[in-house]
């Protein structure tokens, strides 16, 4: 398959063009020729010099994934950028990234797929940001405790295990989601009247703001709840009749 349709293909199927505004990534195509043949491509979370050298084992020519290396414009090729970009060039290795749209994506998304492993129903867009969501809210068939609700985060992939800010409701019956870095989404739980959010990594405000507000927090770790949306590409991939690999490189944070 040609590079130029698998990218046309992910930036519909992301609606990439929808997040050009509110994201500091530069989704889409970051490094790359205008056209060439690709027949395996690499997954994985981020792109940094271990995963890069993990796709150019692989024999992949095109890693795609969440964490790009392009964030707010890019004015010199030097450091840790040229280290990161020159093996994929000189192994004509491309590199497709989408940050925000596949946190969002409702079906595909790394929020749509936490909720999924805990068993979400009656789910809806939640994390607002301008125009668009970047996570997803839902609710348990049965009520849930904190505990249940960590052990079942603790069992994601690349988890470090999970903290829990026990504000809420001893039994939980509604989450929003929002992954990676999301407290910020604390104030949204807070005005849809969800009893807890669950997020990646936090701050240290949100105790307090969750302990005053009477909300559970569960901050499950900015790699274990990013890794839905990749393997759903690669799942998407499959179904091109593409060759795939995903590369697992967890950081423990």
Avoid at 20 to 34: F, I, K, R, T
Avoid at 64 to 81: E, K, S
């Amino acid at each position: 398959m040609q590079l130029s349709d698998i990218v046309a293909r992910l930036d519909e199927t992301l609606a990439t063009d929808d997040f050009a505004d509110v994201d500091a990534s530069a989704n889409g195509l970051q490094v790359g020729p205008g056209e060439k043949s690709v027949e395996k491509v690499a997954f994985a979370v981020d792109a940094a010099e271990a995963t890069i050298d993990a796709a150019l084992d692989a024999d992949a020519d095109l890693l795609v994934v969440h964490h790009g290396l392009v964030w707010g414009g890019l004015d010199r090729v030097t450091g840790r950028d040229f280290d990161r970009i020159e093996p994929l060039v000189r192994g004509d290795l491309a590199l497709y990234v989408s940050h925000l749209p596949l946190d969002g994506h409702q079906e595909l998304g790394n929020a749509a797929g936490v909720a999924d492993h805990l068993g979400l129903g009656d789910t809806e867009p939640f994390g607002s940001l301008g125009p668009i969501h970047i996570g997803q809210a839902g609710s348990f068939e049965s009520p849930q405790t904190a505990d249940e609700i960590r052990a079942a985060l603790d069992e994601l992939d690349g988890s470090a295990g999970t903290t829990v800010l026990d504000f809420g409701p001893d039994e939980i019956s509604s989450v929003g989601v929002v992954t990676g870095s999301g407290v910020d989404w604390l104030d949204e739980a807070i005005d849809r009247g969800v009893d807890a959010l669950v997020t990646g990594e936090g701050k240290q405000k949100v105790y307090h703001e969750a302990r005053e507000a009477g909300v559970s927090v569960f901050l499950a770790g900015h790699y274990a709840t990013e890794t839905f949306g990749v393997r759903s590409l690669r799942d998407l991939a499959d179904e091109w009749g593409l060759e795939t690999e995903y590369v697992s490189h967890p950081t423990g944070l």
